[in-house]
C-alpha cells in the first residue's frame, strides 16, 4: 500500500502534528493487524465501522477504519521527518506481511530516536 495524497495538515493545541493521508487501497484486518509487528495495535470494538489505533509512545498515532481509504497520522514534532519516512516502509511493507530489512531498520532508528538509546 502507498500514500496516494496528504490532504489535511493539522497543528494541534497539545503541539502534534495530525496528517490525513489518502491510500492507495482501503484499510483491511490484516494491514491493521501487520502493524502490530511494530507497536501497540488495538480495535475499538462497539462501532458501526471496526476501528483501529497504532500507537508508538511519544512519537505517533495511526488511526484508521477498516474498509476506508484513510488514516490519520498523529506526530510529536520531533518525529515528523523519521515518522514519514517509517509510515512509507510500514504501508509498502503490509502488502507482502512480511516485514523486510529496510522496515525493520527504519523501526530500529525511530526507536533509538525517541528513546535516545542506540541499539
Known amino acids: 500500500m502507498k500514500i496516494a495524497k ?3 495538515l493539522v497543528h494541534c493545541s497539545d503541539n502534534r502534528i495530525k496528517k490525513e493521508f489518502l491510500l492507495s487501497g482501503p484499510v483491511t484486518r490484516e494491514f491493521a493487524a501487520f502493524f502490530g509487528n511494530f507497536g501497540e495495535t488495538r480495535g475499538v470494538d462497539g462501532l458501526k465501522k471496526l476501528y483501529f489505533t ?5 512519537c505517533l498515532n495511526i488511526k484508521g477504519i477498516i474498509g476506508e481509504s ?4 498523529w506526530f510529536f514534532p520531533e518525529f515528523v521527518s523519521t ?3 517509517f509510515l512509507t516502509l510500514l504501508l509498502a511493507g503490509s502488502e507482502s506481511g512480511r516485514p523486510d530489512t529496510d522496515l525493520r531498520e527504519g ?7 525517541v528513546t535516545g538509546i542506540r541499539k
Open 6 to 8: 496528504e490532504f489535511r
Open 107 to 113: 523501526h530500529r532508528k525511530l526507536l533509538e530516536q
Open 83 to 85: 515518522g514519514e519516512r
Open 54 to 58: 497504532f500507537l508508538i509512545p511519544q
Open 70 to 73: 484513510s488514516i490519520e497520522v
